[in-house]
C-alpha cells in the first residue's frame, strides 16, 4: 500500500475510533442521565392486578415472587414508588356478592400496606403521594375497576371513597347495569340517567373517573358529566393497534382537551397488531377467552391468570403468536405525545393482570422506559410527567372539584 494511503487510513481510522468512543460516551452519558431522573421520579403505574394474589397463601408482597410481576423487592428495583392497586372482581357478579367481594379486596390491600408499613404508605391524595415520596415509601392507592361493584347502590360509592378509592373503571369486560363495555354488545346506548348520577357522585366524592374498559359512546357521555378530567388508567393507542380497549385517536384529543390523560397499558394484544390478530385467530378474541377460561376455573382468580399465562406461553412457543417488544410501549407514548403533548399520557401498565412483552417482563424494567424516552429526544421535566406527575395533577383537579361541589351543598 502507497504510504500516504496509509496516512490518510491510519487518519480516518482514528476519526472513526473518536467518533465512536464519543458516542459510547453520550450513550453513558445518557443511562447515567436516565438512572438519576427515573430514581428520583414519583414513578405512578395507574392499574396493578395484584391484589388478588394477596388471597394466594403462595404470595407474599414483602418478597420477591417467582411468578407475578408486582413485589416490594421489584418495585424497589424498578423505581416503582406509587401504585395504583385494583379492586376487581368478574363484571358478571351483580348486586350485594360484587360489594362483599370488593369489600374484601379492599380489606387485603389495607392489610397488607398495614403490614409492610416500613416500605408502603397508604395514599388517599396526590399530596399523600408525594410526601410518602418524601419519606421514600411507596405510596398505595385504590382503583374500583369496574362499576359493578357498588352493587347498583350509589350509597356504596361513598363508602368506597371514605375508605380510600380513588379512581373508580365505570365498567369491565362486560355491560353494568348502568353503563356499556367496549367488549359488550351496548345495552345503555352509553350511560343511563342512574350512570350519569354516578359520574356527578363520582365528582364530588373526588374519585377519578376511569374511562379503560368502557364502550366509545359510555366515553364521550363520561367526558361531557364529569367535571373533572377524566383517566384512562391502562388503555393503549388505536391508531397503532386497532383493539376495542385501546382509545382512537378523536377520544384521546377529546379527553386531553378536558384535562385528561390515557395512561398507556404494556398488554402485547393492546400495542402490537400483528400479536392482536394472531391471538383472536387462536382464542376468538379477549373477552371470549376470559370467559370461557372463567368458566373452567369456577370464578377462581388465581385460576384465571394462571391459566391464561400458561395458554399465552404455550401458543408463543408453537410460535402461533408473535413475539412483542417492549419498546412497542414507547411507540405508544410517542403516538399519544404527538398527538397531544406530555401534559397528557402516563403509565397504567396492567402488571399482574396481562401479558407483558419481550423486556418488560415484571416492573423492575420500568427504568428502560425512562432511558429510552431521553433516547428519543424528550425533555427530563417531559419524562417526569409521564412518569406519575400528570396522574397527580389529574388527581389534584379531582380533589379541587370535589371541594367545590362538596361546598355547594
Ligand atoms: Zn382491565
Redesign the pocket.
Known sequence: MHRTSVVVLRTVCSLAAAAFLARAVRADDISERAHKLHFSSIVLDT?D?TTQRFFSKDYDLGKQNPGGHVDIPRMREGGMNAIFF?I?IDGRILGPPAVQKALDQIDAVRENVKKYSQDMALARTAGDVRRAHVQGKIAALMGV?GGHMIGNDIRVLRIFAELGVRYM?LT??YNDEWADSSTDKPAHNGLTDFGKEVVREMNRQGIVVDI??VGDKTFYDALEVSKAPLLA??SSCRALCNHA?DMSDDMIKAMAAKGGVIQI?YEKSFIDQAYKDAYDKETGGVAEHIGAVTRNCNNDEACISREMAKLQQQLTAEGKLPHVSWERIIDHIDHAVKLVGADHVGLGS?FD??DMPDGMEDCSKLPKITEALLRRGYSEGDIRKILGENTLRVMEQAERVSRELQAQK
Open positions: 392499574h392486578d385494583s376487581w375497576e373503571t369491565h369486560f379503560s374498559h388508567s391502562h380497549r397499558n396492567d393482570g396481562a
